[in-house]
């Protein structure tokens, strides 16, 4: 079974820094997805950014991107110049290729970011 | 309306009621999920109905019951929960091939007393 590990309970930036966070997953198979997901006090939960595993190139979407570290097992997001918007809870997900149904999340415990002035 | 909607966003219940939860999807997607969110730990992935059939039920217990009428719609019936229950339920859905995402819900806060 595969597992995904947040190490980071919380975090804090200032507004318009860069802040990384931290997932690292384990699997025994060699093609999957990894999602970030921002959970915000609204509490609707966001896909954030999508990584296929096949892919080498990181992933990056406007202000957030990946580093993808295939052969550690690791899947850190960054934000850029942070905004107070940002402060949320954010899920690290793993999901395998279909397999002919509809395929399941595995999540992290989660990390809070919270954005300071 | 659109999106993932979700049916009452709060609700409180002794343990010896019968109450349902509500979760409709607006996007043509064809599955559908139900997770549970407990403080400090993962979300816990509940049930998956792929074009209305159930084809998961990760070890839920039976005082936890689904329904999933048609594509656009599901359902989880409760009843003599326990307090360990008092939880964010989740609902998601999303299209059957693994390379999409999915879509969550705003989520329905949970209290049992």
């Known amino acids: 079974a595969q597992t995904v590990t947040q190490s980071q309970p919380e975090m804090s930036v200032q507004e318009a820094e860069t802040v990384t966070l931290s997932c690292t997953y384990d699997?025994?198979?060699?093609?999957?997805?990894l999602f970030w997901y921002k959970q915000p006090p609204s509490r609707q939960m966001i896909l954030v950014i999508r990584?296929?595993?096949?892919?080498?190139q990181n992933a990056t979407e406007n202000r957030f991107s990946v580093n993808f570290q295939k052969a550690a097992k690791s899947f850190s997001l960054k934000i850029s110049d942070s905004q107070l918007g940002d402060a949320a809870m954010y899920f690290c997900a793993y999901r395998s290729v279909d397999t002919g149904t509809a395929s399941k999340l595995t999540f992290g415990t989660g990390t809070r970011l919270q954005v300071t002035l | 309306e659109t999106g993932v909607t979700q049916t009452p966003r709060h609700l409180v219940m002794g343990m010896t009621n019968k109450k349902s939860l509500k979760c409709e999807q607006h996007l043509g997607h064809n599955a559908m999920y139900w997770y549970k969110q407990s403080a400090k730990k993962p979300l816990e992935l509940m049930f998956v109905y792929n074009f209305k059939e159930q084809t998961e039920n990760n070890s839920v217990p039976s005082r936890f019951s689904p329904e999933c009428p048609n594509s656009s719609h599901l359902f989880l019936h409760l009843h003599t929960l326990q307090p360990e229950d008092s939880a964010l339920y989740l609902c998601a859905s999303s299209l059957q091939r693994s390379s999409y995402e999915q879509y969550f819900g705003p989520g329905t806060r949970l209290t049992v007393t």
């Open positions: 990584q296929e595993a096949y892919k080498q």
């Open positions: 699997t025994s198979e060699s093609d999957y997805y």
